[in-house]
Nanobody, 124 residues
Framework: QVQLVESGGGLVQAGGSRRLSCVAS????????MGWFRQAPGKEREFVAA????????TYADSMKGRFTISRDMFKNTMYLEMNSLKPEDTAVYYC?????????????????WGQGTQVTVSS
């Protein structure tokens, strides 16, 4: 079974930066794209960013584009999310996920495996 573990969450001031990591272990999927999602209290889980298996293709939600950067290191089996210019509304539990296809999908049901999430709290 594929296991995904997020880390890097914590408390950060508005306007600050944070770097999240997601380490994959166990049986990996062939040419699997990965993505980041988040869920704030009382809200549905939403798409943040995704990256192709090769790392050459990325896509972002409009509210994150220009502020967040997704990347992955194939040799370390790790995906990253660099968050800049953080806002209080970015406060949420951030989840990483992976899918069987190479395409960086935006839909939640397009992903097969999920991590437990890491809490990011942005204070004003």
């Amino acid at each position: 079974q594929v296991q995904l573990v997020e880390s890097g969450g914590g408390l950060v001031q508005a306007g600050g930066s944070r770097r999240l990591s997601c380490v994959a272990s166990g049986r990996t999927l062939s040419r699997s794209a990965m993505g980041w999602f988040r869920q704030a209290p009382g809200k549905e889980r939403e798409f943040v960013a995704a990256i192709s298996w090769s790392g050459g293709g990325t896509t972002y939600a409009d509210s994150m584009k220009g502020r967040f950067t997704i990347s992955r290191d194939m040799f370390k089996n790790t995906m990253y999310l660099e968050m800049n210019s953080l806002k209080p509304e970015d406060t949420a539990v951030y989840y990483c996920a992976t899918r069987g296809g190479d395409y960086p999908a935006r839909q939640l049901d397009g992903y097969s495996y999920w991590g437990q999430g890491t809490q990011v709290t942005v204070s004003s």
